[in-house]
């Protein structure tokens, strides 16, 4: 594997999170493995999670992890090709990522979506550039259409807390007073399509997410109808993709009760905004497994760094 980029850089899903569940009990095993080799962690957008976990993978592994805030502390990057740079951009993502590569044995970036032009935003501009004009391996932190480190997290915290064969695993949509992503449903959506569960999605009617990602995965517009005998439900809002980016809908009555969610557990990526996606109730109880699933970045990110180690020593 050079790059892991999505969740289909994922050949085996099962094996990758007995992995991970590996690496999580004994985390300094390969402590060896990335010793002097360096992490450059380019962020374009805010993070907690992700930055935090993906540094403690690296140190993890020994490597050297070095951490940019690239919207407003680098030089504004031009992604266009032949622009004439004469407006807001001093540097090309040609040099940019080049050099970039002189300095860290892995990139990893994160670059969100515009969500108000649909072809930009599916071509990936930001994260091919790098995949493009990199000359070392690239870890997609979170792009315009994708979450794969938090898809394989959420897969490894399903496997670890299933109590049957095949759990039921509802993904519900959930109001927001912003405009979203759908990064984190679509990997979340890709993890599950690979895993053996009874997946379903509910979302209110305007919000399905991509055609080409949902596939054969039944969407269900009820939500009662779809957490009936759910065993995990997992929570995100995102925007409309049909009428790409806008906000149709903050019904609170698809907020996360108690009542609704029943006996199933509760995941969600995080940051959550309490009570409009979620009640108390719910983030306060036994039910909830967030903090479970946020600790799992770190054993996500730290097989991903392991396993492109591995491939391009
Ligand atoms: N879930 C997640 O990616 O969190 P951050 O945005 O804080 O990194």
Redesign the pocket.
Known sequence: MKHYTSIHDIDDINSWIEDAKALKSDPLKHVELGRNKTLGLLFFN??????LSTQKAALNLGMNPIVMNVSGDAWGIEFGDGTVMNGNTAEHIKEAAAVVSQYCDIIAVRAFPTLTDKAKDESEEVLNAFKAYASVPLVNM?SATG?PL?GLTDAITISEHAKKARPKVVLSWAPHIKALPHAVANSFTQAMQKMDVDFVITNPKGYNLSPEIVGDTPVIHNQEEAFKDADFVYVKNWSSYEDYGEVLNTDPNWMITKEKLGDAKFMH???VRRNVIVEDAVLDSDSSIVIQQANNRTYAAQLVLKNILESNN
């Open positions: 805010s993070s907690l999670r992700t930055r979170e979450h938090q990526c995080l940051p």
